[in-house]
């Protein structure tokens, strides 16, 4: 097949910048690519790996079979009326960037979802979420390919069973190959504002009543403060989710750290802060050869260089350790591990 690529070295495609390389690569920009690459790994009986934009990956070595990167594009309007538009996008578009379009169309939603990395079709996968709104909140459907069968299915919102930075086709990690994805959007806006440094910034930039645009270019003045962009300095965003315990241990580790943040999500659960946590356990800024901590965020793990997969891997287990140690909570790493 004619896309098909040997020992391609997978450092531009991942957000960490780890240098692995892959025996067989397939850049896929139709379904007809998608199926033939499918073929190819059945015929020659090796596993393949789906590849989006790679900003939620840390590689761990060399991969010998197929690595199927999917860069299939497309935005179509299936249908719309007063209050909605529904759209239908193909798995390969850039995620900021479409979202930037539905909003220069006038449809808004996404909004507090600007400048996540990665591609349309991975957004579903770790139900993607950011100040307060997650992609489930406006996904109306999408189409997977059934990578065990060949069928092609749809998949409605309920029967992807979203959670927090969960999915069924997370859970089903490799099965389903999301083609396209439907979304919902608003035309008239339904802001999003119950985030504490999205009010802040607009009262600092003097924006009373903001447009769903304005919404967007704060929250992405609040992320370029906050976060490294993966173009200058190799990182795969939050490195940990933020842990869910029950509001008993909040009370306790209250009373050992009246500061600790937390979040009510019912009166039994709570959701901790996990680069509170890290931060407060000392690791913000600690580099282990170009492993290390980012001196902004300790949320977020960066490589300085040369840093392989498994540098970023044991660093991330020590700090498991001193959590647990410390503050008796697990927590559980975001990115997938290959
Ligand atoms: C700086 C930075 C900030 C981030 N901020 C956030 C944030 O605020 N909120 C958030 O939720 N996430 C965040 N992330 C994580 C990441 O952007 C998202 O998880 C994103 O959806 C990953 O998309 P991707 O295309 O890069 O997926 P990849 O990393 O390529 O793949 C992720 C997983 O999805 C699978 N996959 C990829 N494409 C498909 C497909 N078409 N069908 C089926 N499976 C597929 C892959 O096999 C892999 O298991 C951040 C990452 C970075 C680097």
Redesign the pocket.
Known sequence: MDALQYDVSLKPY??LAIDVKAKYFVSAQSLIQIQQALAFAQAQGIPF?????????VLTQDIPYLVLH?ATKGIQVLSEDQQHVTLEVQ?GEN?HAFVQWSLAQGWSGLENLSL????V???P??N???YGVEVKDYLDSLT?LDTQTGEVLDFSNAKCQFSY?ESY?KQH??R????SVRFRLNKQAKLHLEYGPIRQQLAEEGIAEPTPQQVAAVVCTIRQSK????AELA????FFKNPLVSTAQVQRLKQAYPDLISYNLSNEQAKLAAGWLIEKAGWKGYRQGDAGVHAKQALVLVNYGNASGKDILQLAQKIQQTIRDKFQVSLEIE??RL
Do not use: E
């Open positions: 991942n957000t790996f789906l590849l989006g934009g790679g900003s939620n990956l999917i798995a995620w996540i990395p990665g591609t079709g991975a957004a996968v770790q993607i979420g950011a997977a930075r086709f990690l490799g389903y190959l999301i083609l976060l490294p962009n993966p990182n795969t965003g939050s990115p997938n």
